[in-house]
Structure formats: structure tokens, C-alpha cells
């Protein structure tokens, strides 16, 4: 079985910084990750795309966060990283991570969600 376990939410003043770690555990049977993608959803609103890095390096980020959010990810470790400067109000929300996973004996990638983590930017 393939989890993802986001880390690194919490509390933080505007204009502040927080990292989220997004690491795929079961380990033993990922032959491979494509994408990997970060995602937020805040109170009546629809889970919006944040940032997504392919296993090459290529990365997209949304409008609203360019130039200060930074994806990055340690394919050897199968992990994942947001690192998030000069936070808004607006960016409070919880933030799930995903990823495109093949397994051993398996053709194709099914994809994965974290259980997400809440991220508030309040003074």
C-alpha cells in the first residue's frame, strides 16, 4: 500500500514562511513517481491546483502563488517539498499533496492523495 504523508502546516504571521514536506511511504513497492503536485482547499471553495514538479524537474505553479512558492522534490528519498514565502491570508487553506505511482508488477500509475495539512496565515 502507497501513502503520502504531508508535514510542515501551521501557523504563521502574513508575510511569513512555512515548508511542506509531502514523503511517499511504502517505499518497498514504488518502482515510480511521475508527477507529483501540491493542491489547497480552503472553505467553500473547489481543491485548486498550488504547484506540480514531473520526474524530469519540469515544474507549473498557479498564478496567485509565482515567485513565492517554490516546488522541489528528492526523487531518491520519494519526497516532496513547498516552500512557501511571503504568505497571505488568502493562502490559508489545507494543502494535500498527490503523486502518479507505478508499482512493482504493474503496467500503470494510479494516483495518490495525502490526508492534507492545514496551513493558516493570520496575524
Known amino acids: 500500500q502507497v501513502q503520502l504523508v504531508e508535514s510542515g502546516g501551521g501557523l504563521v504571521q502574513p508575510g511569513g514562511s512555512l515548508r511542506l514536506s509531502c514523503a511517499a511511504s511504502g517505499t518497498g513497492s514504488i518502482f515510480s513517481i511521475n508527477v507529483m503536485g501540491w493542491y489547497r482547499q480552503s472553505p467553500g471553495k473547489q481543491r485548486e491546483l498550488v504547484a506540480a514538479?514531473?520526474?524530469?524537474?519540469?515544474?507549473n505553479y498557479a498564478d496567485s502563488v509565482k515567485g513565492r512558492f517554490t516546488i522541489s522534490r528528492d526523487s531518491a528519498k520519494n519526497t516532496m517539498y513547498l516552500q512557501m514565502n511571503s504568505l497571505k491570508p488568502e493562502d490559508t487553506a489545507v494543502y494535500y499533496c498527490?503523486?502518479?505511482?507505478?508499482?512493482?508488477?504493474?503496467?500503470?500509475?494510479?494516483?495518490?492523495w495525502g490526508q492534507g495539512t492545514q496551513v493558516t496565515v493570520s496575524s
Open positions: 514538479v514531473t520526474s524530469g524537474g519540469s515544474t
Open positions: 498527490n503523486a502518479g505511482v507505478r508499482r512493482y508488477y504493474s503496467d500503470n500509475y494510479d494516483l495518490y
